[in-house]
């Protein structure tokens, strides 16, 4: 009986906090989206477990390595191996479509509103989904970019037709889901040697265009959507905001969480929503300005859809 009544009670709490979230994005001024790990992991994008398996379980069975995030450092003997491997990773998670429209039911829930979107993500899939590629700001790179190892220079180049022929060059073919490999066909582990990219300018080999280490290229297409993202919110500084927190884990809490605390807090129109599968929390300072919901994201936008 006492189970009983303590989940009605978590549900009905739920609930009401979902009113609440639904109340908050139809009445706010403007939307501000920070976008971690867990929205693309609720889209359907895993890192690990079966989807791994299908695509990199030669890769697996060789090296022993057991998900896409790991796999990425791994140190692989030559170039063609390293960009067979990466060619995969790119063509499934930043050129596919996300198996769940998690994405798009985001964007009906904010497409009416003043909105900017400030992500982690490396997918791109909100701009595949139809958000307006103008209020997208990916600050850590992009899995369709390249750069130069060293860097010399400080520009990046679209990959995506290479990496088109390269995962073709392996045995897959390319679909709208990223890729999917005939049947009875032994995948190769390797890329043409001819296929390997280098740098233009001085010839040292490229590098994908993440925020790993202090050789990550910031281009100008990278300032420019900061500065966007700046002007937003000046324009905004004192308006009635929503900041939408998704998915957003503590690997880099200084990018999108801090920040959303700190302008809640000096704002006493904003209201900070965070929206995790655990751990959904905020300090006790912003606790009557905030709304934290524990459960599925996707999930979640679809109720607040009804």
């Known amino acids: 009986m006492f189970l009983k009544t303590a989940t009605i009670k978590s549900t009905n709490a739920c609930c009401n906090k979902i009113s609440r979230l639904k109340y908050e994005l139809e009445t706010a001024d403007a939307v501000i989206i920070g976008a971690g790990a867990g929205l693309s992991a609720s889209a359907g994008l895993d890192y690990s477990g079966k989807r791994f398996e299908r695509y990199f ?12 995030y790991s796999g990425g450092f791994y140190p692989f003997a030559s170039l063609e191996e390293h960009w067979a491997w990466w ?10 479509q996300a198996p769940k429209p998690v994405y798009e039911d985001l964007l009906g829930l904010v497409n009416e509103k003043d909105y900017f979107v400030l992500t982690t993500n490396v997918d791109h899939k909100f701009q595949l989904a139809g958000f307006d590629k103008k209020r997208l700001f990916y600050t850590q790179g992009d899995y369709g970019l390249w750069q130069c190892s060293k860097p010399c220079h400080q520009e990046t180049y679209d990959n995506q037709e290479t990496v088109r022929q390269m995962v ?14 005939p049947a009875a066909v032994v995948p ?9 990219p280098y740098c233009p300018k001085c010839g040292e080999p490229m590098n994908m265009n993440l925020r790993c280490d202090d050789t990550f290229v910031q281009d100008d297409g990278w300032y420019a959507a900061a500065n966007q993202y700046d002007d937003f919110l000046r324009r905004h500084k004192e308006s009635k905001i929503l900041f939408l927190e998704l998915g957003v884990g503590g690997n880099t809490p200084s990018i999108i969480k801090y920040p959303f605390w700190k302008m809640t807090c000096q704002n006493p129109k904003a209201i900070y929503a965070c929206v995790n599968l655990s751990e959904a929390y905020c300090p006790k300072e912003i606790q009557r300005q905030a709304i934290c919901i524990e459960g599925d994201i996707g999930k979640i936008l679809s109720m607040l859809h009804l």
């Open 57 to 68: 379980g030669d890769f697996q069975k060789k090296y022993g390595i057991r998900d896409m």
């Open 87 to 96: 060619s995969r990773q790119i063509m499934l998670n930043r050129y596919g």
């Open 188 to 196: 190769k582990m390797t890329v043409p040697a001819e296929l390997v």
């Open 168 to 181: 073709e060059g392996q045995g897959f073919c390319a679909t709208e889901d990223g890729m999917e490999l």
